[in-house]
């Protein structure tokens, strides 16, 4: 459903600019070519991992209370061993009043970037990630940019990652962006995120008014897997409906926008069939041309 | 004799000095330049108001004033520096206000008094980025001074870290840890049997018995000393070997 548009993943990006270069290929490299760019760009589409917020940590690990007053700050030692992973690390925090607790979570993402520094991750999150200021990015329609910065920045399971991405999907759900985040790694986490919350009806419309049956009605059949006990599921069980019947049956019972659904599907239909009509006449004139 | 006429009278002098090296006769009000009224010197002229668009300096970038100035070309096009020779110096000029008085030629931000480098006029902040390569233009391109050159690299950056202007994004990928495993770093631990039981984190806080021997051997070296509620001896008093 994600669609490979290798226009889009692949598109120019500003840059320090270098001159062109130009190579000459015969067709069987070309299509070596382009098999190797659909690789990588099938391996650029993973679609990130969405998880449930992660527990906070309050385990309290000593209470020395001879060591209360001595100090005025907060001590945080970090276990820097070098082999092992990032979640397996000790970062304990003695506090002024002599408790020894495990650190939080923002107090342990701070300490493993200071002492670990990534690409594209900041000791302190960026202004953009508060809700004021992301309206500012959903304005220019940089849903894609800040979805990128997200990752960059915030671990899967954390609560700022999983509010960003809900703001950005409820975003795209409201103006119908949905065209932003296709064929991009995001458009599996907004699919799942909207048939869980069952609004899918404008994703839906979308589908049908660019001609994409097939993601339709995978859509379609994602939602039954996701909730078997609505009345669609049932009747689509029974009967065994394919493509557009499907569609159809799922407008009537589960969507709040039939209309529009219907109207889309007609357009489609129509469409269809005036396309059928030119490929007839197409195909006659080939014949004509050939016999004469 | 002269030699220590000449002494006297300096030390007068160096006497008659008050404050910060300031003679005797050019004492006058504090605050009001000595009126000079033979100098070729121009009067000082009064301090121009502040800007209007101070407060909102994005205000000024749709005006007509600044249509006219300048139209659709950016802020520094056509400022030319003044330097000595064919080559121009690698940076501009520090600052164009020194010591509170504006330099001949001033910078294409310092020579217009309403426009200011802040965060949010975007526009003005545009024009000091490349728009091909997304790169800041150095202060050699435009000719703004080293001052104004570094408000505009702060701006910038807060400019982008707030999400007014684009900035390049470097891809990072999925990351690959296992998220569902809780080693005990993060983790529930249970917690020590002293913390839930109440009791004091090391048992030397809390008083403990201490051991019979010990205490039998204090009583017998203070047994002179001990009280008598204490069950020692009678107080004999001054002890044997007085």
Redesign the interface.
């Known amino acids: 459903m994600t669609g490979l548009d290798l226009q889009k993943v692949f598109r120019p990006?500003?840059?320090?600019?270098k001159p062109p270069k130009y190579k000459l290929l015969t067709e069987a490299q070309l299509e070596e070519a382009t098999k190797k760019a659909i690789k990588e760009a099938k391996e650029?589409l993973?679609?990130?991992?969405v998880?449930d917020e992660r527990e906070p940590?309050d385990?309290?690990?000593?209470?020395?209370?001879?060591l209360d007053g001595i100090e005025t700050t907060k001590y945080i030692f970090t276990d820097l061993t070098y082999s092992i992973?990032?979640?397996?690390?000790?970062?304990v925090v003695r506090e002024p009043n002599g408790v020894l607790r495990?650190a939080t979570?923002e107090e342990?993402d701070r300490m493993i970037q200071i002492f670990f520094p990534?690409?594209?991750r900041r000791v302190i999150p960026?202004?953009?990630f508060k809700d004021e200021?992301?309206v500012?990015?959903f304005q220019?329609d940089?849903h894609e940019?800040?979805l990128?910065?997200c990752?960059?920045q915030f671990?899967?399971?954390s609560a700022d990652y999983i509010r960003i991405h809900h703001r950005t999907y409820d975003d795209i759900e409201k103006h119908a962006k949905y065209d932003l985040l296709r064929s991009t790694?995001h458009f599996g986490g907004m699919v799942w995120y909207l048939v869980n919350r069952k609004k899918t009806d404008g994703l839906l419309i979308d589908m049908i008014h660019r001609d994409l049956l097939d993601d339709a009605t995978s859509l379609i059949t994602l939602y039954h897997m996701l909730h078997p006990e609505c009345q669609s599921a049932k009747e689509a069980e029974e009967r065994k409906l394919q493509g557009v019947d499907l569609i159809k049956v799922f407008a009537k019972t589960e969507s709040q926008k039939e209309g529009y659904i219907q109207l889309a599907l007609q357009a489609y239909e129509e469409a269809m069939a005036t396309s059928t009509d030119h490929i007839e006449e197409l195909d006659l004139c080939c014949l004509l041309q050939h016999q004469l | 004799m002269a030699l220590g006429g000449g002494l006297a009278l300096l030390r007068a002098a160096a006497g008659a000095l008050r404050g910060p090296g300031r003679p005797l006769w050019g004492q006058g009000v504090p605050g009001v330049p000595p009126s000079r009224p033979c100098s070729a010197e121009a009067p000082p002229k009064p301090s121009e108001p502040p800007s209007p668009y101070k407060e909102k300096p994005w205000e000024y970038l749709e005006s007509a004033e600044y249509q006219e100035a300048y139209g659709d070309k950016p802020v520094w096009f056509g400022y030319r520096r003044h330097h000595k020779g064919a080559v121009p110096p690698r940076h501009t000029r520090k600052a164009c206000l020194r010591k509170g008085k504006r330099v001949g030629n001033p910078c294409p931000i310092c020579r217009d008094r309403h426009l200011f480098v802040d965060f949010r006029n975007v526009k003005l902040l545009d024009q000091f980025i490349c728009p091909h390569s997304g790169s800041i233009f150095h202060p050699t391109h435009t000719g703004v001074c080293m001052k104004q050159h570094k408000l505009l690299l702060k701006a910038i950056a807060q400019a982008q870290d707030h999400g007014l202007l684009w900035l390049r994004i470097p891809f990072v990928p999925v990351p690959q840890d296992d998220f569902a495993a809780r080693p005990p770093a993060v983790g529930k631990t249970p917690p020590a049997p002293q913390l839930t039981a109440g009791r004091a984190w090391y048992p030397w806080y809390d008083w403990q018995q201490p051991p019979p021997d010990a205490v039998a051997r204090l009583r017998r070296l203070y047994k002179d000393y001990l009280r008598q509620e204490e069950g020692g001896p009678a107080p004999g008093g001054a002890p044997e070997a007085q």
Do not use: Y
Not at chain 1, 13 to 17: A, D, G, H, Y
């Open positions: 990006v500003k840059q320090e600019l650029k993973t679609m990130p991992p998880l940590i385990d309290v690990l000593a209470e020395d209370k001879i992973p990032h979640r397996e690390r000790f970062i495990k979570w342990r990534k690409e594209g960026q202004a953009v200021h992301l500012t990015v220019q940089r940019d800040i990128n910065m990752i960059a671990e899967p399971d790694r």
